[in-house]
Nanobody
Framework: QLQLVESGGGLVQPGGSLRLSCAAS????????IGWFRQAPGKEREGVSC????????RYADSVKGRFTISRDNAQRTVYLQMNSLKPEDTAVYYC??????????????????WGQGTQITVSS
């Protein structure tokens, strides 16, 4: 059974950093593109970043470019999202998601079939 589990969330002050992890089980991670999405209260879910199967392609939302970095370790079955210079507007529940239908690319649209349960990020002083 395919499972994704996010970790690394929490409370951080503006300007701080966090690293999220997305641990995969029940499937071969290198057969999936992985995306990170977030949803703030009262807002629609939005794509934050994504990475292709072999890390050859990455994408970032304009709001996080230069601050967030996505990476993956297929051997460890884990995808990471390093978040620096965090802002209050980054506060949201962050989800990772997997897509087996993407080859060599990733997208920030909701074409992902499997989702984790989410982890809360709160940026506040």
């Amino acid at each position: 059974q395919l499972q994704l589990v996010e970790s690394g969330g929490g409370l951080v002050q503006p300007g701080g950093s966090l690293r999220l992890s997305c641990a995969a089980s029940g499937f071969t991670l290198d057969s999936y593109a992985i995306g990170w999405f977030r949803q703030a209260p009262g807002k629609e879910r939005e794509g934050v970043s994504c990475i292709s199967r072999s890390s050859t392609s990455t994408r970032y939302a304009d709001s996080v470019k230069g601050r967030f970095t996505i990476s993956r370790d297929n051997a460890q079955r884990t995808v990471y999202l390093q978040m620096n210079s965090l802002k209050p507007e980054d506060t949201a529940v962050y989800y990772c998601a997997a897509a087996s239908s993407l080859y060599g690319i990733c997208v920030l649209r909701d074409v992902y079939s499997d989702w984790g349960q989410g982890t809360q990020i709160t940026v506040s002083s």
